[in-house]
């Protein structure tokens, strides 16, 4: 707002006097000359005082373009219009977005054929773009309420969890080669700000994903620290109270449903474009990812700086690398780092004096107890089993329980890992399982990704009658093309890289769980029944 200065208010002096009556010429033409200005420039003038009775109305209009008013084209305002109202919103984690927004406009722009608009058009239209979101936020129900925070009373009250595709450009543990930028998967407690479980993976996040997050939210992490030889002290884990979600929809699945209505976990989901209602979480990614710009292999938050510094010629980081750099920088810096949400006190010290006036609930001490949990959580379908056993994505399942259920026909509830087909979990009522494993032993470890693309495969040759053994030996085929392209393309090194991360760690087992024992089925040899079976010299008898 302007503020009248030394003229308007020698001017408002003159006409105040003069009321509302009518003004003469010989009265305009005094007012004039006192004012050193035209008499019909009085008539003009009054008439903006009579309908404004205040200096600052008298103060001149400012030429050129008025407030709001727009002079690009039109397609160059629907480019601008189209980044801000439907691309930003999808950019959570821009260190300068700024520079981002007018990158993109210049290449949407120059993909048009048309001119761009300068920096400072782009930089005025998003603050005005700012300023109309605060007030259609400001009008929405409960906008009046003053801004708070989420209420936790004890640690694990309140449990936030979000995913991110991690800023860092990862290698092939065996050809060091680039395979692509790795999902990170982080659980925190709002009560003491401790990171309370953290998950790497290849893949898009999936209701599995989730499961074996959860599974290190309530375990103790010993096993899992220590098959990544990492020695750090990081006793937080327990069963949330209550979940705080976004809208993603791994975090609507049916088995996170059932799974957390087993456990009394409450869930509860952020709404929708407001993201603010994850704060806590939000700014612990945004933190982890400022640390993990230093990497070698960061790719950046920004196209100029993956230009000055290629991640794919300087990542040098594998899966488990990365994972172990991570367990370091949470356990030992972010934890005992001061936060400023805790009035200075570190998320390690706050969780040690929480936790002993409320100690978190806990699994049972038992050895079942792990891979339960991990089950109850797990995607789930309905079976029936058959007389040759039960068949779920064409592959065929057999456990000697199957010979009493298949005279039942009844549906049976039936849990998979998608990234380990090799063994299904399978119910009666839901809460008492058994381990199903291939019909044919010979078979080894496959993933849901795999069984997928050799079905799309042998639809695509023209195949409608699809069996356990076509879809197998699509398969084998499709991984030879992969250990041949590995050293080629990306995308293959990142295919192989997640047949890796088939681990019984992977599954959420401890050291000591019940099938620790598990063997990796794919390095063993086939066996070829059509051969007589080889002779072995013995001691007589």
């Known amino acids: 707002m302007r503020i009248a200065t030394k003229r308007e208010l020698a001017i408002a002096r003159v006409l105040r006097p003069l009321g509302r009556a009518p003004l003469s010429r010989r009265q305009a033409e005094n007012a004039g000359k006192l004012l050193g200005i035209h008499w019909a420039t009085v008539y003009h003038l009054r008439r903006r005082f009579l309908a404004d009775p205040v200096a600052s109305a008298l103060i001149p209009y400012e030429r050129g373009p008025k407030v709001g008013d727009t002079r690009l084209a039109a397609t160059v305002e629907e480019i601008v219009r189209e980044v801000l109202s439907d691309w930003l919103p999808r950019q959570p984690y821009l260190a300068h977005p700024l520079f981002e927004l007018v990158v993109e406009i210049r290449k949407r722009c120059a993909a048009a054929s048309i001119s761009p608009p300068s920096r400072s058009t782009i930089s005025r239209r998003w603050r005005a773009h700012r300023e109309e979101e605060a007030l259609r936020l400001a009008t929405l129900p409960g906008s009046e309420i003053p801004p708070g925070h989420l209420v936790a009373r004890c640690p694990m009250d309140i449990v936030q969890i979000d995913h991110t595709l991690a800023d860092l450009m990862l290698v092939d543990d065996a050809s060091r080669r680039p395979i692509g930028r790795p999902w990170l998967s982080i659980a925190l407690d709002v009560s003491t700000r401790c990171v309370v479980g953290v998950y790497v993976g290849m893949d898009r996040p999936n209701a599995a994903t989730v499961a074996l997050l959860l599974t290190r939210v309530v375990l103790p992490k010993d096993g899992w620290l220590a098959s990544l030889d990492v020695s750090v002290d990081w006793p937080m884990h327990g069963i949330p109270q209550l979940l705080h979600l976004d809208n993603a929809a791994e975090f609507k699945s049916r088995a996170l449903r059932a799974g957390c209505r087993e456990y009394g976990v409450e869930l509860m989901y952020r709404p929708a474009g407001r993201p603010y209602f994850g704060g806590h979480i939000e700014r612990l990614m945004r933190t982890i990812m400022e640390r993990v710009h230093s990497l070698p292999g960061s790719t950046g938050s920004s196209p100029k700086g993956r230009k000055a510094r290629p991640p794919e010629k300087e990542a040098s980081l594998t899966i488990r690398e990365f994972e172990r750099w991570l367990v370091l920088e949470i356990a030992e810096r972010y934890h005992h780092n001061a936060h400023r949400g805790l009035q200075g006190a570190t998320p390690f010290s706050q969780w040690a004096t929480a936790g002993q006036k409320t100690p978190p609930r806990l699994l049972p001490n038992a050895a079942p107890e792990p891979l339960r949990f991990l089950i109850q959580f797990l995607p789930m379908t309905y079976r029936t089993v058959q007389s040759d056993?039960?068949?779920?994505?064409?592959?065929?399942?057999?456990?000697p329980i199957f010979a009493a259920w298949r005279a039942t026909?009844?549906?049976?509830?039936?849990?998979?890992?998608?990234?380990?087909?090799?063994?299904?979990?399978?119910?009666?009522?839901?809460?008492?399982?058994?381990?199903?494993?291939?019909?044919?032993?010979?078979?080894?470890?496959?993933?849901?990704?795999?069984?997928?693309?050799?079905?799309?495969?042998?639809?695509?040759?023209?195949?409608?009658?699809?069996?356990?053994?076509?879809?197998?030996?699509?398969i084998d085929e499709q991984r030879r093309i992969v250990s041949h392209a590995r050293s080629q393309t990306l995308g293959a090194n990142r295919q192989g890289e997640a047949l890796k991360e088939l681990s019984p760690q992977s599954l959420g087992e401890a050291p000591n769980s019940v099938r620790a024992n598990t063997l990796d089925k794919q390095s063993e040899p086939a066996v070829d029944y059509n051969k007589p079976p080889p002779v072995f010299n013995v001691e007589p008898l």
Do not use: C
């Open 389 to 399: 056993g039960l068949t779920l994505f064409y592959l065929r399942y057999w456990h």
């Open 409 to 474: 026909k009844q549906k049976v509830i039936t849990r998979y890992h998608p990234e380990d087909l090799s063994r299904i979990f399978v119910s009666v009522d839901g809460k008492h399982y058994v381990e199903a494993t291939f019909a044919d032993l010979r078979r080894g470890r496959v993933s849901l990704w795999e069984q997928r693309s050799a079905l799309r495969r042998l639809r695509s040759q023209g195949k409608e009658y699809v069996t356990e053994a076509k879809v197998f030996d699509a």
